[in-house]
């Protein structure tokens, strides 16, 4: 059984700053093995994409709306990948939800593993 465990989600003021936590575990399962991702739901919408790092942390992509505001990275050392979100706005309001996979994808459906989700509210 595989468990992914966000974690930093919160209230913020727009301009701030918010660091997330996705922690992995499970008997069979090898973190280093698969792709992280990070998506968001915003109420009303769907998942979208906000980021994914490849299983060695040598490759990282973001969605448009965050390329330069938010950094993913991971310590595979620990199970644990990151979101450093940095000048975060209202529209970043949303839950963040991280999630393991196998493949390189922009696409919710390509992910196996998923958590709970975290909220993060932004204020204007």
């Known amino acids: 059984q595989v468990q992914l465990v966000e974690s930093g989600g919160g209230l913020v003021q727009a301009g701030g700053s918010l660091r997330l936590s996705c922690a992995a575990s499970?008997?069979?399962?090898?973190?280093?093995?698969?792709?992280m991702g990070w998506f968001r739901q915003a109420p009303g919408k769907g998942r979208e994409f906000v980021a994914a790092?490849?299983?060695?942390?040598?490759?990282?992509a973001y969605a448009d709306s965050v390329k330069g505001r938010f950094t993913v990275s991971r310590d595979n050392t620990k199970n644990t990948v990151y979101l450093q979100m940095n000048i975060v706005k209202p529209e970043d309001t949303a839950v963040y939800y991280c999630?393991?996979?196998?493949?390189?994808?922009?696409?919710?459906?390509?992910?196996?593993?998923w958590g709970q989700g975290t909220q993060v509210t932004v204020s204007s």
């Open positions: 790092i490849s299983w060695n942390g040598g490759t990282t």
């Open positions: 999630a393991a996979g196998w493949k390189w994808s922009y696409d919710p459906g390509a992910y196996s593993y």
């Open positions: 499970g008997r069979t399962f090898t973190f280093s093995n698969y792709v």
